[in-house]
C-alpha cells in the first residue's frame, strides 16, 4: 500500500532571531497554515506545516539549486509584491543580505559608514531585488556578478525603514 506524500513547507531559523522564528510562523498561519509545529534543532528552529496546497503558493519551488533554475514570478504574485515590496526586501534580505560598517580609507582618512549587501547566485532572484528596491526609489549598484551593495546615505536610511534589525 502506498501513501500520497504531503508537501511541507519548512523554513530554518538561527535561535539568534526569535522575533524572525515568530513572524515565519505568524506568516505560514497567515498564508494557509491551520497548523504549524517548531522543531528544534542544533542553533536553530525548523518551522514547518504540511498542505497540500503550498506548492500553488510557492510554484518556484523546485529540484535542484535556486539558480540553476527559472524563479519567475506567476500572474498573481506580481501585483502582490508591487503593493508590499517593503515586506518583500525584508525577506530578501533577512535571509541572503546583511547590514554592515563598511570601513573605507580615502586619502588618509578614515571613513565608517552604513551598507547594505545582497548575495544571491540565481540571477532571477537577484533581478526580483533590484525591481522591489526601484519600486522604492532605493539606489543600488551591483559590486560583484553576484552581490548587489546599497551604500549611499539616503538609500540606506529608506532600506533601514523597511527592512529593519533582525530581532
Known amino acids: 500500500m502506498t501513501t500520497a506524500r504531503v508537501p511541507v513547507l519548512r523554513i530554518y531559523c538561527s535561535d539568534a532571531w526569535p522575533g524572525l522564528i515568530e513572524a515565519c510562523d505568524l506568516a505560514m498561519r497567515a498564508a494557509l497554515a491551520s497548523k504549524v509545529q517548531r522543531v528544534q534543532k542544533q542553533g536553530c528552529v525548523g518551522v514547518q506545516s504540511y498542505g497540500v496546497h503550498w506548492p500553488c503558493l510557492l510554484p518556484q519551488h523546485g529540484p535542484g539549486k535556486k539558480h540553476d533554475r527559472p524563479i519567475v514570478l506567476t500572474d498573481w504574485q506580481r501585483p502582490i509584491l508591487q503593493s508590499h515590496p517593503g515586506d518583500f526586501l525584508r525577506g530578501l534580505f533577512h535571509s541572503d543580505g546583511c547590514r554592515v560598517a563598511n570601513r573605507v580609507t580615502v586619502r588618509g582618512k578614515a571613513y565608517v559608514y552604513p551598507r547594505y549587501l545582497f548575495v544571491n547566485e540565481s540571477t532571477d532572484i537577484m533581478q526580483l531585488c533590484q525591481w522591489g528596491l526601484d519600486l522604492l526609489g532605493i539606489d543600488w549598484r551591483m559590486n560583484r556578478r553576484n ?13 533601514d525603514r523597511h527592512v529593519g534589525p533582525k530581532s
Open 147 to 159: 552581490s548587489l551593495s546599497v551604500a549611499r546615505r539616503g538609500a540606506v536610511a529608506a532600506l
